[in-house]
Structure formats: C-alpha cells, structure tokens
C-alpha cells in the first residue's frame, strides 16, 4: 500500500473544517478529528485561533495529551492556559512532559500553585523537576535532556549490541552513544551508524571519536546553537565545566527552537513587541503590552517636537521650511535603521568582536558619509525644482548630509553600546537611533535655516 | 586522556590571535593555524573579517578544503570570492561540495565561466550538477541531497545488518532507512535506532513505520521547515509528486540554514535590507545595495512633504502647529509597525490563512482604536500642559484617534494585501506601512488645525 504524499495546504484546509465544525455545533466530531491529530498539529491550530475557539477546542482534547500540547505552544498562550488550569491537571499534564519543557511551565507558575503540583507528583518526577530548575533559563542546561545512553570504553561493539537489543528503544534523536568512565566524565562518542557498521569484535574505545567536545552546562543557549549550526550537529553532550562529568544531551529540536525565537526576537524587537507576542490573544492584553513601547515613543516625538520649538522663530517666517522638515528626519532614520539592523544580526550571530567593531564602525561611517553626499544632491535637486529656491536646496542638503553620517555612525555604536551596558539591542536599539536621528535631523536643518535664512 | 570542555570565547580569541599573527606578517604560523581549523571555523572567520584581511586568509587556505568552505558562506560573500576564482578553481572546488550548495553556485556563474566550469568536470559530477540544477531555487528540490540508503520490503533485518556491514560508512545525519519497491517508490522508512533494537529475524515490512510522508519535490522551502520543527525530524525522504518515486532527501542542517535564512529576512527586509548582506563587506559596494531603499524613502518623504504644502496658510499662521506636527505621524509609525510585525511573522508562520484573517484585521483594528484613545487623551493633556491651549490639545488628540485606528487596520491589511499581489510583505511592509501613517497623520492633524484654527 502506497503511503500518502503530503499536502502542503493540510493544515490550513483542516483549520478551516474544525472552525465550520464548531461553529454548527458539531462537537463530537470535533473531539474525534481532535483525538486523530498529531499533538505538533493541535498546538499550530490553537496557536492560529482566535480566543473564543481556543477555549471550546482546549476542553474537547484529551486530557492525557495535555502535556505534548503544552510543550509545543509558544510562551504567551502557554501561560495563559496555564493559569486557568487546576494545579492538579498541571501536575498530570507534567508526567509527559521533557525536563526542560517542564522547568519551564513550573518556572511561569505563581509560588502557591507552584508548590501544589509539586505536591500532587510522583516522587520520581519531583527529583527530575528540582534538577532542571538548577539550572538557569537560556543556558545549555535548560534546554537539556537527561535521556543520555552511556558506556564504558573497554567494552566491544558486540557487547554493546545485546546490550542494546535487551534494553529495547532508544531515545528519539539519539545518534550518539557517550563514552563516560567510573566517575561519569565524558571520553568519547560511538555514533550509532558506526555501531552497524564496524567490526563488532572491536572495543569501544577503538572505534569511539576522542575529539568529541561536551558543551559546559552554563553556556549560554544561542551560543550552544551557533556550535549545532557550524558542526550540522544533530545532539551534543552537556557536562559539568570543572569535572567534564555528562550531566545530559542537547538535541536539534531544542536547538531549532532556539534559533527560532531568537531570530525573532530581533525582528519583533526592533518594532518593540516581545517574540513570545501571541499573535491571536485577546484585545485589552494585546493593547497593554504594546503600550510601553507607545509611551517611550511618546516621549521621543516630544523631544524632537522641543527641538523645533527652539526655532518657533524661524518657523513663523518661513512656512516652506515647516513643510520641508521631516524630509531630513525621514531619510536619517531609514539610513540609519539599515545599518542597525546588519549590527544586530552580527552581534546575534557573534560575528563582532574586539578585533573587527572598530572596522565595522569605520565602514558604516564612510557608508553613512557617501549615501549623505548622495542623497544631500539629489534633495537638492528635487527642493530646487520643486520651490524654486537655490538656497533652500543647499540647506536641505548641507543638513542631509550631517544627518546621514551622523545615521550611520549612530547604527553601528548604539547597538555596541548597548550591548556593553548589557541592555538588548535589538529591543532599544530602534527608538534610541530614530531619537538620534530625529532630534539631529531637526536641529540641523532648522539650525542651518535660522543661521542662514533669519539674517 | 580526557577531552577539552568547548570554551565559549574561543572564536573571537582565534579572530584576535589570527589578526594579530596577520598584522605582524607571520603568514607561515596563519596558515599552519588555518590548517588545523574546521571548514566551518574558517568560514565563521571569513564571514567576521573586513575586506583586506579576507584576501590574505582566503589566499592561506589550503585548495582542497576551498569546496567545504565555500559551502559553509553566506551568500554575498560566496559570490564575491567565486567571482575572483579561476573556472578550473572552481571546478577543483566544485569536487568536495554536497549537490544542493554545487548547483547554488553554478546559478551564480555567469553564462561562460558555467561552461567552463562544467568542461572541466568529471563526467559524474557533471550529471549531479545537471540534476540539482532542474529544481527551482526555495523547493524542496535545491535542499535535497541524493544519498539516500534503501531497502526492500521483504528482507530480513538480518541480511540488511550484513549488508551495512559490508557496506561501510553511512551518510552524516542517516537516521533512517528509507523502503521501496521496484520501482523505486516509497513504502516506508525503518529507524537506525530500530535496527540495533528490534529481533534480527524480523523482516522490513514487519518493523518499519508506513506512516512516513514523503515530501513532494516541488514544495516550499519555508514549508518544508515548518513540517521539520513541528514533528521534530532529522530527516526527511523527498519524492516525486505524481509516482510518490524517491528522489533524495533533506536533512536538518540544511533546514537550521533555511529557518535562519527565512527569520533573517523577516528582520532585515523590514529594515530595506537584503537576507544575504555581507557585514564585512566593502564600503562602496554596500552604499549601492542600500540606494533602493532610500530613493523610495525619498519619494515617501517628499510625498507626506507635499501633503504639508497643501496647508501651507495654516503653517504660515501657527508656527506651534509646524512644531507639533511631527508626534501624530511618529505614533501612528510606531503603532502600525507593531502590527506589521506580529502579521509579518504570522504568514511566515503559516498561521494566517483564510479562516482567521478576517478576525485578525478586525482585532487590530480594535486595538489600533483602544491605541488611539489611551494616546489621544495622554497627548491632548501634554500638549495642553505644555502649549497652555485646550483647543490646541485636543486637535491633536483627535488626529492622534484618526492616526492610530488607521495604523492599526493598515499594519494588518497591507502585509496580507502584499501577499495576495505576491509581493514580500517583510521587504515592501515597513515602507508602504510608514508612507499610510505619515500621510494619514499629516492629513489629520493639518486638516482639523486648518478647519477648527483658520476659521
């Protein structure tokens, strides 16, 4: 019997029959489509449905998938049905949960609720919880997995493949077996396709890779990505620093996971929302969380609006000059903004550093200086034309120029800077650079125009 | 002997001591370092280098290892140094590259130096390259890979563990074996784990998992990922839509490279720039690529300039007005930006589709309207506080309202409209956005100064 190919628009197309299904009432059959989908696909379908639909569709799943379900949502909507769940639905949900989603959940929970599920679980999965809130969020040892399969070197391959057949299936994801001695320090690694394909007379030490490196339980999570992402890993093992002691594995679907939210934690950072933003939350919650990004705006518009006040005089004389200023402002921030956004990503990607910033910061000043003399002609040109008035051009364009290097001088260090006071800057780095730029394009238009236009 | 623990600072120190070793001209101890270097550290360094160092690095780098790195650049960088090598270089390069990065960059060529390219191939590699090269760019097609490992229904587990054995090595990431009848077509793939695990008298069609979807040859990159995160695959088999025929297969590696291509271009496009923009690269070179954007931002910013010249009367009147009108459209910026984002990362996720657009447009614009009358009512009483004018106030608080609910409708509407006319939202977003709410908040708060104040 053939197997099926997939269909792209599957996801959608049953999207849009459990939306018609529930809105004629067809709840059995919803329930039974429910019961057939895959845990991965129910948590997409609740992450693309409006509130109201969320709710009918959380109380039609079984409860035992609870947990895969949880594990799969993105940080908003897991908290949120978090806290409407009762502490011991929690708790049950918990026993199909990995470690490190789990560490996650427990962490979101207020303390009383917290110590409730703690209570309502088994003493084994207790001792598996208190282990992954040892280690802090976005380090290595949050993401890891304890479902390591480790063995001695002095044993041979064939040892080994009974050993294997005895103890049945192995972990998802393991291509690795690690090589540890008496104390549990890591020596090696055997890859299991080595294992169907080499002597098995041989010992394990023979055929295991000595180079392989454990990643320190403390490194920080995007770094232990950026090493998944050159070595095309597939799973790592995570040790303690000092004694090398395999405390457990990472594996790529944590790792993509990583990759993911970082990635957008830059793009929706530099628009000023959180990555974990639930894109089909509730209204009043949604309009709240933006507000704080609203209110720093406010406070920049009103910063630059202080700078023109500081020339009312000029303004009064010369309208021409009001409807001309936010040209320079404009050009500032989108020139700015571009080299912002290539200093976010290297500094993500960690390919800045001591030895090329000060390289970069040069390039991305010379880039700001040449676009300046580029722009400043042709804005002299279009204002020329369009008003008539040479002079005009000229003071537009002298403050285009000083705008645009000032950009790209501000593009490159304000995220270097930040980043040095250990502030993100793919959060602030947007409204500190249209600051810059807003407040230096003003000043230096409506200072050129008042020095040469009012005498 | 026991291995080293991964230290985190040794890129950057390897940079340091790199440059250093550079600067003082030791060129013998650079390239004895290169030599001892992975592919993949070394292309990490290239990326990280300014323009000079790189041509004496890629100068030290031992030929035989110019393919694996090459495989590991990004795409700027990639094209310029390919640009610079001669065609029998590229061809000595083109040896040790995997199918799918081999036919990037003969797509890259131009016309002749393909040919010669190609002339100076092995007649195997020729017939691997003319393979890869029939898919179109972002399918499934151009990520796959050929190596796949295949077994027939009706042998035992026995005989296969035998054939492995005789068999040798198995292709990195090998997590599973893919089963197929005579004619080539998929039935069902058997885990490597499964292998070692299950009863060796067991046949293939006993153990293996029928459920295994084959991924159709032609289907979306981004999709592909999003099938990858969400069922947590190493591998996936790749098929030909009509026959369900196996052609090959994709492997995570390649799919971190896509989500990470595609996340960065969310981010990058809303700032105008290319996914593929070289850090490093030279300053001219960089200037151009950045013109595009800015020529648009120009004809945007004389736009809303030219929206300000129809009031010209009110302006010449009230200087204060020229001083305020900035703050209308920076909020409804901001606000409208915000939603963009969250609907820009929401079609890259393929969570929008047909059944829940319509309740994403009107939630926003909810939100736009709560938006507008939280800022409204903060900006009417700054301004009054300020200005000591009521009236004044609450002009702007009116536009304010008029701005934010547009920003909120436009923020949804235009990403969905770009798509539907197939134009990327996260390249043409931001800017179509930015013109809406600085022409609509130009027009707001001008018009009502000019009907309330004038009269």
Known sequence: MPIEVLDSETTDQRLNQLTQALGSGMFVHVRSMLHDMAASDIAFILE?????????????????HTGEILDELGEELKDTLITQMSPERVAKAAEGMDTDDLAYILRSLPDSVFNQVLQSMTAQDRARVEQALSYP????????????????????????????????????????????D?????????RITDLLTCDPNASVREIMNDD???????????????????????????????????????TIDDIVDVIREDAEHSMMGMAGMDDDT?????????????????????????LAASVS?????????????????????????????????????GIALGQIGQSNSRWL?????????????????????????????????????????????????AGACIPLLLKKFNVDPALAGGMVLTTV????????????????LLN
Chains 1, 2 share one sequence.
Do not use: C
């Open 48 to 64: 693309s449905s409006p509130p109201r639909t969320r709710q009918v569709l959380w109380q039609l799943i079984d409860q035992q």
């Open 137 to 180: 969020e976005d380090t290595a040892g949050s993401i890891m997995n304890t479902d390591t399969v480790t063995v001695r070197p002095d044993v041979t391959i064939d040892v080994i493949l009974r050993y294997l057949r005895i103890r049945g299936e192995l972990p998802d994801a393991t291509d690795t077996l690690y090589v540890v």
């Open 182 to 190: 008496k104390r549990d320090s890591l020596l090696g690694g055997v």
């Open 212 to 250: 392989l490196e454990g990643i320190p339980v403390g490194m920080d999570d995007g770094e232990v990505a950026q090493l998944f992402e050159r070595h095309d890993w597939v799973s790592a093992p995570v040790v303690e620093e000092e004694t090398n002691r395999l405390l457990g594995r990472i």
């Open 278 to 302: 639930d894109t089909f939350g509730p209204v009043v919650k949604s309009t709240l969380r933006r507000s704080l990004w609203l209110t720093i705006n406010l406070f920049a518009a009103l």
């Open 309 to 345: 006040n500081m020339f009312e005089n000029t303004l009064e004389q010369f309208a021409t000059i009001a409807i001309l200023m936010t040209i320079v402002p404009s050009m500032g921030g989108v020139a700015g903004n571009q080299t912002l956004a290539l200093v976010i990503r």
């Open 361 to 409: 910061i040069g390039k991305e000043l010379a880039i700001g200086f040449l676009n300046g003399l580029l722009w400043s002609m042709l804005v002299f040109a279009a204002v020329w034309l369009w008003k008539g008035d040479i002079a005009l051009g000229g003071l537009i364009g002298g403050a285009m120029l000083i705008n645009m290097t000032v950009a790209g001088l």
């Open 437 to 452: 730029t807003d407040v230096i394009g003003l000043f230096a238009f409506l200072g050129l125009a008042t020095l040469f």
